[in-house]
C-alpha cells in the first residue's frame, strides 16, 4: 500500500515508521522543509507548496492533528475519493490490545493521565497515548494489556473504525473554532468517539454539562452519567469529600475538588480497563495535576499565585476562575475564533488583559480591568493589584500563539517571573 503522511512533526513521524514496519510504501509532506529534516534518508519526502499530484496512486492518507481539515492537502484528497485518517485512527488500527478513549474540551489529559495510573496501580500493564503526546502509533507492538487514548477533536474528525472498549466525554464548549469553522463540527467531531460503539460499550458522560449530554443522548452506547453534583443512578458522582461508583467508595484528595469529577470519570474508565478498587483509591491518593493545570507556584503576603497556562480556551479559564474565591485573573494570548465575553466569573474581582485578546476580554469583563501590551507587564499589574486573600491567576482563556510558542513556554515564562517576585519580596 502507498500511504501519504502529511506532517513530518512527533504524530507524523511515528505514523510514518509504522507504516514502514508495516511494509507500505511511504510518503512524507509537510510544508515546512525544516520539519522534514533528518527524514528523507528514511522516506521519500516533499516539503514545501503543497502540489496534488503527490496524491497519485496513494491509498490511504494518515494526517497530523496541527492540519486543519480544510487544508488543501485534505481537500484535494477527499475530492480525488482517497480515504483520511488520523494518526489516531491509523495507531488504533493497528493495536492488538484493547483501548479506552477520553475526549472532552477541556480535562482530556487529566483523565488520561490518572486512569492509565489507576490501571498501573492494580497490576495492568496499561499506558496512555494520543493528544497526551505520545503517538498511539509508537505504543503499538509494546507489552500492554490496556492502551487509554486522549482524543481530540482534531483526531476524531478523521476517524473510520475506531472502537473504544469503554470512553468518556467529559464536556464539550466552543473551541478550535479556527480549525474547524464552527461549533457543530467541533461537537460532531467528539461525538465520533462513541460512532462505532455498541450497547454493551460504556460510555462515561458528564450530566451536568449540557453539552456532553447532548451528544451522549444521540450514542448506541451504554450510557454511564458522571457528576459533580450528585451520585446519578447507574453512574458516578461526588458526595462530599467522597467519590461514590456502584457499591464502591474512595476518598479524594482535598487539594483541588475542582479535580474531583475529573477523577470520577477516570475510576470508570479504570474499572472498564480492569482496574482494582485498591489500584483506584491509591491513584486517588497520589494524583497531582499536570504541569501548567492550576499549578500553585507560591504564596507569600496572604496572595496565592496559580499558573493555569493550560485554560487555553474561555471554558477552562471560567472553570479555574470559578474555584478561588477572589482571583486576579491574567488573561489574554490569541483568540481561536472563540466568544470570550462569559470567561470571567462572580469570583472574579479585577482582570489584567494582554496581548491580541485582552482587549476583548477586559472590555466584556463585569469588574475593573486594564490592558496591557505584554505578558511581562500583565504579571507586574496583577502584583500590583493584589491584596491578601487573592489569587493570582494566569488562566488566559486563548493560545499562546501571539506571544509564546506554546502553552508551556507562557507558563514557565509566568513561573519564573513570579519566582522573580519572591525573591524581591525577599
Do not use: C
Not at 484535494?76 to 483501548?99: F, N
Not at 470519570?265 to 495535576?289: D, K, M, N, R, Y
Not at 474561555?314 to 476562575?321: E, F, L, M, S, V
Amino acid at each position: 500500500m502507498r500511504i501519504l503522511v502529511i506532517g513530518a512533526a512527533v504524530s507524523g513521524r511515528a505514523a510514518a515508521a509504522l507504516a514502514q514496519r508495516q511494509g507500505d510504501d511511504v510518503v512524507v509532506y509537510d510544508r515546512s522543509v525544516e520539519a522534514t529534516a533528518g527524514l528523507d534518508d528514511v522516506f521519500s519526502v516533499t516539503a514545501g507548496e503543497w502540489d496534488r499530484k503527490l496524491l497519485h496512486d496513494v491509498e490511504l492518507v494518515v494526517t497530523s492533528p496541527g492540519v486543519p481539515e480544510h487544508a488543501a492537502p485534505l481537500v484535494d484528497a477527499a475530492t480525488a475519493q482517497v480515504p483520511v485518517w488520523s494518526e489516531l485512527e491509523y495507531g488504533a488500527s493497528h493495536l492488538k490490545t484493547p483501548y479506552l478513549a477520553v475526549t472532552g474540551t477541556n480535562g482530556k489529559t487529566t483523565v488520561t493521565g490518572t486512569t492509565a495510573a489507576m490501571l498501573t496501580e492494580s497490576g495492568v500493564r496499561a499506558t496512555a497515548a494520543g493528544n497526551i503526546g505520545t503517538p498511539v502509533s509508537s505504543v503499538v507492538g509494546l507489552d500492554l494489556d490496556v492502551v487509554v487514548l486522549e482524543a481530540s477533536s482534531f483526531q476524531l474528525r478523521f476517524i473510520d473504525r475506531l472502537h473504544p472498549g469503554a470512553a468518556a466525554i467529559l464536556n464539550v464548549a466552543a473551541d478550535h473554532l479556527d480549525w474547524h469553522r464552527d461549533h457543530a463540527s467541533y461537537a460532531a467531531a467528539k461525538a465520533r468517539i462513541f460512532e462505532n460503539m455498541t450497547g454493551n460499550d460504556p460510555l462515561a458522560y458528564d450530566l451536568d454539562d449540557q453539552g456532553a449530554a447532548a451528544l451522549a443522548a444521540t450514542a448506541r452506547a451504554r450510557l454511564v452519567p458522571v457528576s459533580a453534583s450528585q451520585v446519578p443512578n447507574g453512574g458516578a458522582g461526588i458526595a462530599g469529600d467522597r467519590l461514590v461508583y456502584g457499591d464502591q467508595t474512595f476518598p479524594l484528595p482535598t487539594s483541588d475538588p475542582s479535580y474531583a469529577v475529573d477523577l470520577a470519570f477516570a475510576a470508570v474508565l479504570a474499572g472498564a480497563g480492569g482496574a482494582t478498587p485498591s489500584g483506584i483509591e491509591h491513584a486517588l491518593a497520589t494524583f497531582a495535576p499536570g504541569p501548567h493545570r492550576r499549578q500553585v507556584v507560591g504564596s507569600w503576603g496572604g496572595i496565592t499565585w496559580v499558573n493555569d497556562s493550560k485554560a487555553t480556551n474561555p471554558h477552562a479559564a471560567q472553570a479555574a476562575a470559578a474555584a478561588y474565591p477572589s482571583v486576579i485573573l491574567i488573561a489574554g494570548g490569541r483568540n481561536k475564533g472563540l466568544d470570550l465575553s462569559g470567561m470571567v466569573p462572580p469570583t472574579v474581582k479585577y482582570v489584567v488583559g494582554y496581548g491580541e485578546a485582552g482587549p476583548e476580554i477586559a472590555a466584556a469583563a463585569p469588574v475593573p480591568s486594564i490592558v496591557v501590551a505584554s505578558f511581562d507587564e500583565a504579571v507586574a499589574e496583577a502584583a500590583g493589584v493584589a491584596t491578601a486573600g487573592d489569587v493570582i491567576l494566569l488562566a488566559p482563556g486563548a493560545a499562546s500563539f501571539d506571544q509564546f510558542s506554546s502553552y508551556e513556554a507562557r507558563g514557565d515564562r509566568f513561573v519564573a517571573l513570579v519566582r522573580g517576585q519572591a525573591t524581591v519580596r525577599k
